[in-house]
């Protein structure tokens, strides 16, 4: 178990050096800011971390997003074809994500 633990340190250690490289490598040049050391290089990697993945470290999605997909899949093939239309003529009108053939022909943009 120590030698995990020491490759996920290790790997860390070289995300964060990663980071602060491709930082000061394309940062400067494009956007004319500031290069970065390797503590603001590591501040810039948990804070990416926290708000595109969230605030804890585990990872929940493996299992929950194929308890879920199974859910909804197993939903869809009991509906009815009345039921499945239903549905689609909801998201439309709530998210205006699902179209169809006819929805895009008919769409002027």
């Given at each position: 178990?120590?030698?995990?633990?020491?490759?996920?340190?290790?790997?860390?250690?070289?995300?964060?050096?990663?980071?602060?490289?491709?930082?000061?490598?394309?940062?400067?040049?494009?956007?004319?800011?500031?290069?970065?050391?390797?503590?603001?290089?590591?501040?810039?990697?948990?804070?990416?971390?926290?708000?595109?993945k969230?605030?804890?470290?585990?990872?929940?999605?493996?299992?929950?997003?194929?308890?879920?997909?199974?859910h909804?899949?197993a939903?869809?093939?009991?509906?009815?074809?009345?039921?499945?239309?239903?549905?689609?003529?909801?998201?439309?009108?709530?998210?205006?994500?699902?179209?169809?053939?006819?929805?895009?022909?008919?769409?002027?943009?």
């Amino acid at each position: 178990m120590g030698m995990w633990v020491s490759l996920f340190i290790a790997g860390f250690l070289v995300t964060v050096l990663a980071v602060q490289y491709l930082w000061n490598w394309l940062i400067p040049g494009i956007i004319g800011w500031r290069a970065i050391n390797y503590y603001e290089a590591f501040g810039l990697l948990l804070l990416s971390k926290i708000l595109f993945k969230g605030l804890f470290f585990w990872h929940r999605g493996d299992w929950h997003n194929r308890w879920n997909n199974h859910h909804w899949k197993a939903k869809w093939n009991t509906m009815s074809e009345e039921e499945r239309d239903k549905f689609k003529q909801k998201m439309r009108e709530k998210c205006g994500w699902y179209k169809t053939d006819d929805t895009i022909k008919a769409d002027p943009k």
